[in-house]
């Protein structure tokens, strides 16, 4: 753990393995298994490729990296696209699976792999993408690793138009442009509508800062660190459980579950916002104990406000609308 999507040249990622997308002769391909190839050193590869000789669809087989920054080059051998007729889906989800073992085997932590079979092949991205993403999150559920999804043209990668269009429209109802926002006081706002509050004995009044007071003391003794702790207890969650469904490196939790007075940042405390399923109520209050707040300017915030206010927690699918978005993604090594 954990997941992410980048726009990246795969052959540049530094990671321990990345994948080639194979054939099942394993010879060099156009588009990506090309640029593997031409990276890695075309003879050395070749040649690893010749020796191994064949790999069915839906598995996969490992060499050395060679020339490249990854140490192995996992190749990877998807289904050709027939309109689904012939067990695509489930053969595409073995070659992400077994990729994904095969590096286990090796002692991987960390493995990056373009959209298989999606170019020549002719899998169609949106339906490759979610067998990707089942395949990746499925295996993280039992095992630590860093994945990469590297997508190297970010405008041909498309999310489900139903949830654009419903996302566009919460953006456009919430969405607040600085320049163009008055800010009109409570008094003049008071006189505008002819609406004024009713005066409140000396009593109340003392009574009630007393309240704020006293709750503002409370919020100030209890520390970042110690409300998501307090929740995570009250969920019922483990720490492996939370770390996982918040994309985050179980080290860094570690680093947080020790260090009572630990300054996260704002993608962090939205991670966890989405691993604990809070309410947006709950989650601004998470967001105040970190010193920040969700803001109505921020394109970024407004995207995982929808998710949040729509009960839809699984953090893989938010980060590929915010990857759509061109925005930054949530996790953290």
Not at 55 to 68: M, S
Not at 168 to 192: A, G, H, R
Not at 264 to 277: D, M, N, Q
Request: net charge negative.
């Amino acid at each position: 753990m954990p997941f992410f999507i980048i726009r990246q040249d795969i052959t540049k990622v530094k990671a321990d393995a990345i994948v080639n997308t194979a054939n099942t002769n394993l010879i060099q391909g156009s588009g990506t298994s090309r640029a593997i190839y031409l990276a890695a050193g075309e003879e050395e590869l070749t040649k690893a490729c010749e020796e191994v000789g064949f790999c069915e669809r839906g598995k996969a087989v490992i060499t050395d990296g060679f020339h490249l920054p990854a140490k192995y080059i996992i190749h990877a051998v998807g289904p050709v696209w027939k309109k689904g007729k012939w067990q695509e889906k489930e053969i595409l989800y073995s070659a992400y699976t077994e990729s994904l073992n095969l590096a286990k085997q090796y002692g991987l932590r960390s493995i990056a792999f373009p959209l298989l079979s999606t170019g020549f092949c002719g899998y169609p991205k949106n339906e490759a993408l979610m067998v990707a993403r089942n395949a990746i999150e499925d295996f993280l559920k039992e095992n630590e690793m860093t994945v990469y999804l590297v997508i190297y043209d970010r405008e041909s990668f498309e999310i489900s138009k139903s949830i654009f269009a419903s996302i566009e429209e919460y953006i456009d109802q919430n969405y607040v442009d600085l320049k163009d926002e008055t800010f009109v006081s409570e008094k003049t706002l008071s006189l505008q509508t002819g609406h004024t509050e009713s005066p409140a004995s000396e009593k109340d009044k003392k009574n009630c800062r007393e309240s704020d007071i006293s709750r503002l003391i409370h919020r100030e003794e209890e520390s970042f660190t110690e409300m998501l702790l307090r929740i995570i207890d009250q969920k019922g969650m483990t720490d492996a459980e939370t770390y996982k469904k918040a994309n985050i490196d179980r080290k860094l939790f570690s680093k947080i579950r020790k260090n009572e007075h630990y300054s996260p940042s704002k993608k962090t405390v939205f991670c966890f916002a989405i691993a604990l399923e809070l309410t947006l109520k709950e989650t601004k209050e998470l967001m105040e104990k970190a010193g920040f707040a969700l803001s109505d300017c921020s394109k970024f915030d407004l995207v995982v406000s929808y998710f949040i206010e729509n009960g839809n927690y699984n953090i893989f699918e938010i980060n590929e609308t915010l990857f759509a978005y061109g925005l930054p993604v949530l996790g953290h090594l």
